[in-house]
């Protein structure tokens, strides 16, 4: 018998959260995000939404392939095209599952589907059946469902039920939900729905009044048992709820909530430091469980009660959840076994080939900066995970700037075809030069639309991580580029460069798999 205490981590960081503008990541990236999120102990993998793109579809194929343990799970909207395209993706997975949704509430009803209430309850049934039919694992999303009329929303939950769904989800789509309001919507379902006890009622909640987290624990208090989160909480516009709030705490507060997950709790900083890296999406420092700041204590009252208890202001230990004592791990006359343990430590899957050239980038940051720690380590490992060999390299960059004289950048490219192009730019400053340079010698002209820098570590010789992303002016489309290294005017071309190479990827595998390229969520 199902342990009744035990919560359900779905987890929908490659799906909800990818689809967040700013955390696309590619093939491999997602891969060993998946062997990550497997590692950390997740029940299900929301791998991608097969429909949306050829490489969400590749991605969802690939993670069902190789990834064992948690179950794989594909997004589809309620059409017989969509579910047939996660199926054809799903089918190698171990366990797989096919979520569909539908939206249900009457603004989406009225506006977006222009369909009635039988019309909605006709479809989910037919696209539950459909589902059923390829896979006995089936998940129903009544989208929107915490602005759904509860009447409505109990008939929904239970013809999917009758037509075969083991897990309905209880979506908040659009962040409204108040904690006490949601816990009513859940505990209804639990006792007016005919058939509930053979399904699995779940919640995913969004973040925009900020209480996702506190809407899912209202939830499981009111018998959900599957929530639906990401890791530090992306998402579609404010996020979903974050993953390791909800497991810290169900965890911390297991003595209130009664409650257990699977989840090894001292793999959550580390992924989170995975998924930033991965994204270049920044966790806030004062974020809980993960920011840098969460178990750091200024006051000195509180460090005074620190030294002697830590009960007094710490709730959960640090190591709990992962955070390393010191992060300073390597330097220069460290060896390729240390590098090894070191890497593996931080939940990446690397070859020894990947390792050999790894070791290698090491040594000549090694070389730079007297210490290497794990953040370092990680912005090297990511340059590893790139799918694609890069089409233009940078071999050597000057730039002139100061006051009163004009900007300058001298940029020598190594083109795809193995030519060496040189060319010269001037602009506003050493980085604006350097960009409009890169275009000159790769024809590409884009708008730059975000541009920021952060330092990879602290002290004088830190790396500095530049993230940008360029809008391409010949098809509007969006693309990141991500590089680091001790100089930033050198990581910003490189991280120019990245974003370059991935607009020739794109257009290499003739396909436009960006954000603005989604379909919509409509039916
Ligand atoms: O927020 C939402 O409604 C969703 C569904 C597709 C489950 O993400
Ligand atoms: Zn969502």
Not at 283 to 293: E, Y
Not at 350 to 364: H, I, N, R, S, V
């Amino acid at each position: 018998m199902a342990d009744s205490s035990r919560i359900l981590i779905f987890d929908t960081t490659l799906r909800d959260g990818e689809q967040s503008p700013g955390a696309s990541m590619n093939l491999a990236e997602k891969l060993e995000l998946a062997r990550a999120l497997a590692a950390l102990g997740v029940d299900i993998i929301e791998a991608g939404f097969p429909i949306a793109s050829p490489g969400d579809f590749e991605a969802v194929r690939a993670i069902a392939t190789e990834i064992a343990g948690p179950t794989i799970c594909g997004l589809a909207r309620c059409n017989e095209r969509d579910i047939e395209r996660a199926w054809e993706a799903l089918k190698y997975a171990r366990t797989p599952r096919i979520h569909v949704f539908l939206a249900t509430s009457a603004i989406h009803r009225e506006h977006k589907l222009k369909m009635t209430r039988e019309q909605v309850i006709e479809r989910a049934v037919q696209s539950v059946r459909q589902a059923k039919a390829c896979c006995a694992d089936v998940e129903f999303s009544p989208e929107d469902a915490a602005r759904t009329e509860i009447d409505f929303l109990c008939d929904v939950v239970e013809a999917a039920i009758e037509a075969g769904a083991t897990t309905v989800n209880i979506p908040d789509t659009v962040g409204y939900a108040t904690p006490t309001q949601y816990a009513s919507v859940i505990r209804t379902l639990s006792e007016r729905v005919k058939g509930i006890d053979k399904a699995v009622i779940s919640v995913h909640c969004h973040d925009d009044l900020g209480m996702a987290v506190a809407n899912s624990l209202a939830g499981c208090e009111a018998g959900a048992r599957q929530v639906e989160c990401t890791i530090n909480g992306i998402g579609e516009r404010a996020g979903n709820a974050a993953l390791e709030e909800i497991v810290m705490a169900l965890k911390t507060r297991q003595d209130f909530y009664g409650l257990t997950t699977g989840i090894k709790t001292e793999r959550l900083y580390p992924i989170s430091r995975m998924l930033s890296t991965i994204t270049g999406l920044s966790v806030q420092r004062n974020k809980a469980i993960v920011g840098r700041n969460a178990f750091a204590h200024e006051a000195g009252i509180h460090q005074d009660g620190m030294l002697k208890e830590r009960s007094t202001y710490e709730i959960m230990k640090p190591e709990e959840v992962g955070v390393p004592k010191t992060d300073l791990v390597l330097g220069k006359h460290s060896g390729r076994h240390a590098l090894r343990d070191r890497v593996d430590e931080l939940g990446y899957h690397l070859t020894d080939m990947q390792l050999e050239t790894l070791f290698d980038d090491f040594k000549a940051l090694a070389d730079k900066k007297k210490e290497v720690y794990d953040e370092d380590l990680t912005v090297l490992i990511e340059k590893h995970l790139e799918d694609a060999p890069a089409h233009w390299s940078l071999i050597s960059l000057h730039t002139t700037a100061g006051t009163n004289i004009l900007p300058t950048a001298t940029v020598c490219i190594r083109a795809p075809d193995g030519h060496i192009v040189q060319d010269a730019a001037i602009g506003d400053g050493p980085v604006d030069a350097i960009f409009k340079a890169v275009e000159r010698v790769t024809g590409v002209t884009a708008n730059l639309r975000e541009f920021s820098v952060r330092g990879v570590t602290e002290g004088k010789d830190a790396q500095g991580e530049v993230s940008l992303e360029l809008e391409v002016i010949s098809d509007g489309h969006t693309v990141r580029g991500r590089a680091a290294s001790t100089d930033i005017i050198e990581a910003s071309a490189l991280a120019y460069l990245n974003a370059v190479n991935a607009i020739a990827t794109r257009r290499e595998r003739g396909h436009a798999r960006e954000v603005v390229g989604r379909p919509g969520m409509g039916a």
